[in-house]
Nanobody, 124 residues
Framework: QVQLVESGGGLVQAGGSLRLSCAAS????????LGWFRQTPGKGREFVAA????????LYADSMKGRCTISRDNAKNTVYLQMNSLKPEDTAVYYC?????????????????WGKGTLVTVSS
């Protein structure tokens, strides 16, 4: 098992940037695949970005390509999501998640552990 805690959310103006962090517990962090999802009342929880256990394979939602970068530092048990050129439609609660298979996944049903989320609000 692993526990995940997100941080770095907040209020930004359109065009601004945020760097989200997710700190994990446990010695087995480096073996997990990790991902970021976001949820709004209108659209539910949707995929944002994912990274495999080694950190050499990543995948991004079409809406985020060119605007965000997912990375991980296994020595610090932390995964990051750098978001740039933020838009009002990026407003959501952002969650980090982990799967014990260590692979890149894009569906919520394939994730085994979830953080409690951090709110990102982009004003226009």
């Amino acid at each position: 098992q692993v526990q995940l805690v997100e941080s770095g959310g907040g209020l930004v103006q359109a065009g601004g940037s945020l760097r989200l962090s997710c700190a994990a517990s446990g010695r087995t962090f480096s073996s997990y695949g990790l991902g970021w999802f976001r949820q709004t009342p209108g659209k539910g929880r949707e995929f944002v970005a994912a990274i495999n256990w080694r950190g050499d394979s990543t995948l991004y939602a079409d809406s985020m390509k060119g605007r965000c970068t997912i990375s991980r530092d296994n020595a610090k048990n932390t995964v990051y999501l750098q978001m740039n050129s933020l838009k009002p439609e990026d407003t959501a609660v952002y969650y980090c998640a982990a799967n014990y298979r260590g692979v890149v996944v894009t569906t919520t049903c394939d994730m085994d552990y979830w953080g409690k989320g951090t709110l990102v609000t982009v004003s226009s």
